[in-house]
């Protein structure tokens, strides 16, 4: 089973501030899928296959990244993204996500 | 647009099995792959397994075969989730997801499941 591993676990960041949140898996993965989840509600396909952003989805996100080092970043962090995204892997099964890194503002 | 409606929270003893259920609408469900996920506050996402609509045919997480069983009823496009033997582990929210060659595009609200003598 691919493990993932996201750092960090929280984080606050200020608006207009850049934000790097970071996967990194335990085997080489083709990709990466990220989800966004606000309290209360189902979890939300954001980034899929590393750096294609979901409909909707601000075009202040991009995602990037390769073998076992994947990263998502906001470009300019604002008050809507205050949520937990959480990494997952479609390479191999079992299906494995991270155990989310929740994103706060300061 | 695509929805995929779950059923309502379940309150289970024990020791009982309980079926969930997924409607889905706005896509074509006779060739699509239905997930079901586990969510427990802290350890984050699990995935259960798939099931292919058009065929029934399953894929399982190693670690839920013998507590899962995923069906489908191609006539109401509707995915349905056993869960038996329900254990205090068990207690989750459960959710139903269009699985799209490995991620999620779509997903349903999610059942919580809360298991209690």
């Known amino acids: 089973e691919i493990v993932l591993t996201q750092s960090p676990t929280t984080m606050a960041a200020s608006p207009g501030e850049k934000v790097t949140l970071t996967c990194r898996a335990s085997?080489?993965?083709?990709?990466m899928h990220w989800y966004q989840q606000r309290s209360g509600t189902s979890p939300k396909l954001w980034i899929y296959e590393t750096s294609k952003l979901a409909s909707g989805v601000p075009n202040r996100f991009s995602g990037s990244g390769s073998g076992t080092s994947y990263s998502l970043t906001i470009n300019s962090m604002e008050t809507e993204d205050a949520a937990t995204y959480y990494c997952q892997q479609g390479s191999s099964y079992p299906l494995t996500f991270g155990s989310g890194t929740k994103l706060e503002i300061k | 647009q695509v929805k995929l409606l779950q059923s309502g929270a379940e309150l289970v003893k024990p020791g009982a099995s309980v079926k969930l259920s997924c409607k889905t609408s706005g896509f074509t469900f006779s060739t699509s792959y239905m997930s079901w996920l586990k969510q427990v506050p802290g350890p984050s996402i699990e995935w259960i397994g798939w099931?292919?609509?058009?065929?029934?045919?399953?894929n399982y997480n190693q670690k839920f075969k013998g507590k899962a069983t995923l069906t489908v009823d191609k006539s109401s496009s509707t995915a349905y989730m056993d869960l038996s033997s329900l254990t205090s582990e068990d207690a989750a929210v459960y959710f139903c997801?269009?699985?799209?060659?490995?991620?999620?595009?779509?997903w349903g609200q999610g059942t919580l499941v809360t298991v209690s003598s």
């Open positions: 085997s080489s993965v083709s990709y």
């Open positions: 997801a269009m699985d799209n060659y490995g991620w999620f595009a779509y």
């Open positions: 099931i292919y609509a058009g065929d029934g045919g399953t």
